[in-house]
């Protein structure tokens, strides 16, 4: 189906995290379970490709600089496919650059020892030049890294992670960890919110970290796609206890390729239990669907597991995990 044709987009949850999603592919916001509070605001992703300036004859001429412009989409255009492990968002640009992005929350399989999800959202990104021509494209990811917390939040680089980590400067609060699988280009905290809807430039960002408060985290990353290169990599959004070093070592690590793998493996494995089988695909689809609800609102509350009732085996045109 179009991304047009959905209302706003689907729900993923896990052990430790609750996420919604618009219809245009943005996140909406990251919901900590076990301390039940927002912590991540909005993420978008945005990408851009590269030209020269046409008002500035002297950097026409020594060919030295690059202007990146906003690639704007029609949602009718995008193509959206929902599955009980993933979202999947296929479109392309100008007829040349194909991108198919993959978002998902990682899940394990239920078995004896029950084991806590990793707190990380994905975003995955496949960009495939299908053009004559190279291509320069600069993606940003923006994230408002507050949350519900108070409004004293800092940031700084850990090169070691690829990622900017967040935390509360004075008072106790969660790590968010925003980053990429690759090493950046560059990264910034700053409060331009105004870069992530501009669509006359895309601009650069400085390295710099020293603002606090109500902060957006951005991350950029240049490419230089060949004709009939594929070039792929993911966002990845970590909620980590400050003390869990242990579990930030993992997040470096994810490359979130693996993780979609265990991921849809681990719901095959769960939906197969206690399939239903009708002669009508309505009723097949809502056993289904029932299931994978029930799955995602799992979690490891303080009193121990539990899922919520969320009206899991009703459907919904606009909204298909509810």
Not at 91 to 107: A, H, N, Q, R, W
């Amino acid at each position: 189906m179009s991304a047009g044709r959905l209302g706003s987009g689907p729900s993923f949850g896990n052990s430790e995290l609750w996420v919604n999603t618009k219809n245009t592919g943005d996140i909406e916001r990251i919901f900590c379970i076990p301390h039940g509070q927002t912590v991540v605001g909005s993420i978008a992703i945005r990408l851009s490709i590269a030209g020269r300036p046409l008002r500035d004859a002297a950097l026409i001429s020594d060919g030295a600089a690059k202007v990146y412009t906003p690639l704007s989409l029609d949602l009718d255009e995008v193509n959206v496919e929902i599955h009980p492990a993933y979202l999947r968002r296929r479109f392309d640009l100008g007829g040349s650059i194909y991108v198919i992005e993959t978002t998902f929350l990682p899940l394990v399989s239920i078995g004896e020892e029950r084991k806590p999800d990793a707190p990380i959202l994905f975003q995955l990104f496949q960009i495939e030049n299908r053009g004559l021509n190279e291509q320069d494209l600069r993606v940003n990811g923006f994230a408002r890294l507050r949350g519900d917390s108070a409004e004293n939040v800092v940031a700084s680089y850990d090169p070691s992670l690829r990622a900017l980590v967040a935390r509360n400067e004075t008072t106790k609060g969660l790590l968010r960890v925003f980053g990429l699988t690759r090493e950046p280009s560059a990264y910034e905290t700053n409060f331009d919110y105004g870069n992530v809807y501009s669509m006359t430039r895309a601009a650069a960002l400085s390295n710099r970290t020293e603002v606090a408060g109500d902060i957006l985290g951005s991350l950029q990353l240049n490419l230089t796609i060949a004709p009939g290169e594929k070039v792929g990599f993911a966002f990845k959004t970590g909620i980590f206890e400050p003390e869990k070093r242990e579990a930030l070592e993992s997040y470096g690590e994810a490359s979130g390729i693996d993780d979609l793998e265990r991921t849809i493996q681990a719901l095959e494995d769960e939906l197969h239990r206690g399939e239903v089988v009708t002669p009508d695909e309505i009723l097949n689809d809502g056993a289904l669907w029932s299931k994978v609800n029930m799955r995602r609102v799992m979690a490891r509350y303080p009193s121990g597991w539990l899922f919520t009732d969320r009206k899991s085996t009703r459907l919904n045109s606009s909204h298909i995990t509810i």
